[in-house]
């Protein structure tokens, strides 16, 4: 779960930094990306998660 805020606080950064910086489209996409990445491990977690017999 570290991992998943690690990259939330990353690809945030990014976005402010991108968004206040003029000319920084490349920080803004990068961020949205990197954003988007990790939705994707998140719910890739918890599918996996979902999936493991209970004990």
Not at 4 to 12: E, G, R
């Amino acid at each position: 779960m570290a991992l998943f805020y690690l990259l939330l606080t990353a690809a945030i950064v990014l976005i402010i930094i991108g968004a206040t910086v003029d000319g920084m489209l490349h920080l803004i996409s990068a961020g949205v990306l990197l954003l988007i990445a990790d939705v994707l491990y998140l719910a890739a977690r918890s599918v996996l998660r979902s999936r493991r017999p209970a004990h």
